[in-house]
């Protein structure tokens, strides 16, 4: 396993790039929960980090920008940092405390995924990933926290980078960090020379997990990302507008603008619907499931402005919705070879060769008839 790592910030920070380069801290003033969600690098060095209640963040750095938090936002701009890797390697996962992994173990050139995975995450967040390039995801997110922004540090032995550093690394609460100190494990190198056992006598299971990841055996696996299945977009008219016209040319940019997120998401619409909603509060809809998915702005709109050119609705109307409730990984990336069976040959070789240009020839075999009768499934074909 190969695993390149990006860092990028918490994408609540993300979020305002107009404040880059001053002391920055999100959290929000609430009676239950007021802790500090993230803090920029700029506040880090007068002792803000996540997880301290805020009036203490105050009392460090009161010359930083307080902002409240935006999960929507933040979950949102995580979907579309992970739409915008998925082509570069098999598996991907993006999290809000901004880290990008991506498993590049059988790209044939993960050079090139990784420097376009540097453009992509910079182009997102406005600002250069530090990256790692290691074994497994601790040691390569390990990596990338001691990269400058926009360099690349590559390991090659996760124990022999991990041994020196310090045991506070581990992903443990407080108390269990403590409980190393006073056990004298100060450094990765002391915790390896455990047995699982022995700690997972002190710790519970996060004792063995941490001897595990300590001696670079990496048993943590990443979550692939996978597309989602539905997708919407609307505009609001203020005056309603009555004109057909108006609605066709609204109705295009909008198929554009789903053009470009299934683009990004490797999806294609399944089923299409578009709804208007009229000033008396009433609503009039039609849909349709498709045969073949639709991923194009000209497929899209084809059928679509078809639908309001032959629609007669009752104006005035104030919202047009355009929705696409069933999504399929299809298409240009990540493409399913075919759905339901029902691919010509040629699509299925046009296919393969998709694969083969971006995994190299040998993932592709063909399989031929051996010992059909054999309860081995392995020894059926060749």
């Known amino acids: 396993m190969r695993i390149c790592c990006g860092l990028i910030g918490n994408l609540e920070l993300a979020q305002r790039q107009d404040l880059y380069g ?15 969600v993230a803090a920029s690098e700029e506040a880090l060095p007068f002792g803000v980090v996540p997880g301290m209640p805020l ?8 010359q930083a920008t307080f902002v409240p938090p935006n999960p929507e936002a933040a979950v949102h701009l995580r979907e579309l940092i992970a739409s915008a890797l998925y082509d570069l390697a098999p598996i991907v996962e993006v999290r809000i405390e901004g880290i990008a992994w991506l498993d590049v173990s059988g790209v044939p050139k993960p050079g090139e995924s990784i420097r376009e995975t540097r453009r992509r995450l ?15 995801p601790f040691s390569s997110r390990l990596a990338a926290a001691r990269a400058r922004p926009g360099r690349l540090i590559r390991i090659e032995d996760a124990r022999e980078f991990l041994s020196p550093l310090s045991s506070h690394e581990l992903p443990l609460d407080e108390e269990q960090l403590e409980r190393l100190d ?27 997990h941490a001897v595990l990841l300590a001696r670079g055996l990496e048993p943590d696996q990443l979550t692939p990302w996978s597309p989602p299945l539905f997708t919407s ?20 940019a909008l198929c554009g603008d789903l053009a470009v997120e299934l683009g990004l998401r490797g999806a294609g619409a399944k089923e299409v619907r578009v709804r208007l909603i009229f000033e008396s509060g009433s609503h009039e809809e039609r ?16 059928l679509i402005g078809s639908w309001i050119k032959e629609w007669w609705p009752r104006a005035p109307i104030t919202e047009l919705w355009i929705e696409l409730p069933i999504l399929e990984g299809a298409g240009r990336r990540q493409l399913r070879l075919w759905a339901g069976g029902d691919g010509t040959s040629d699509e299925v070789i ?12 040998e993932v592709v075999h063909q399989p031929r008839p051996a010992l059909l009768s054999s309860p081995l499934p392995t020894r059926r074909f060749a």
């Open 55 to 62: 009036r203490q963040a105050v009392h460090l750095c009161p």
């Open 22 to 36: 001053s002391p920055v801290v999100v959290g929000a003033w609430e009676e239950e929960k007021d802790d500090v």
């Open 350 to 361: 046009a296919a393969f060769e998709r694969l083969q240009e971006r995994h190299g020839d």
């Open 182 to 208: 006073l056990l004298g494990l100060r450094t990765l190198r002391a915790v390896a020379a455990l047995g699982q056992r022995e700690l997972e006598s002190q710790l519970g299971r996060a004792g063995r």
């Open 122 to 136: 910079r182009a997102a967040i406005g600002r250069e990933p530090r990256l790692g390039l290691a074994p497994g």
């Open 287 to 302: 849909d349709s499931l498709v045969r073949h998915p639709l991923s194009s702005a000209a497929e899209l709109f084809g």
């Open 233 to 252: 977009t609307h505009r609001q008219f203020d005056p309603p507008v009555e004109d057909r016209e108006a609605l066709l040319f609204v109705a295009r």
